[in-house]
């Protein structure tokens, strides 16, 4: 988990030690170990620089094809919702304005049961 994270060398590090992308990418690492049959990030790679961003994002990737673990992103990227979503809800003054797992939206289409996390 720690080497898929790219978070190997903190693993003898004290957590008040740690960079805020550091804390991020570890509390990332903590949940997964649980075995957790679905995942809330909530804005979970806005700390991350550019460059830790993008690896992150790529393992994030990964876990979704290997561990097949849904999760619901909490995201103001859109780009990063793209790249991770298999379904984007857009929320506008709290209310959905675009759903892509709706048809009317160019969605799923009839007969097509949503993924789990979009039936919570």
Not at 37 to 46: I, K, N, R
Not at 88 to 96: A, D, I, P, Q, S
């Amino acid at each position: 988990m720690l080497a898929m994270l790219r978070i190997e060398h903190l693993a003898r590090r004290y957590p008040e030690h740690l960079s805020g992308g550091e804390r991020q990418r570890t509390a990332l690492a903590r949940a997964l170990l649980a075995g957790p049959e679905l995942l809330l990030l909530d804005e979970s790679l806005s700390a991350l620089d550019a460059n830790t961003r993008l690896a992150v994002r790529g393992s994030l990737k990964m876990l979704q094809r290997r561990w097949k673990i849904p999760f619901i992103l909490v995201t103001h990227d859109l780009d990063e919702a793209a790249f991770l979503g298999d379904r984007v809800v857009t929320l506008e003054r709290g209310r959905v304005s675009k759903d892509s797992g709706r048809e009317a939206d160019g969605g799923l289409p009839s007969g097509r049961k949503p993924p789990l996390a979009a039936q919570l």
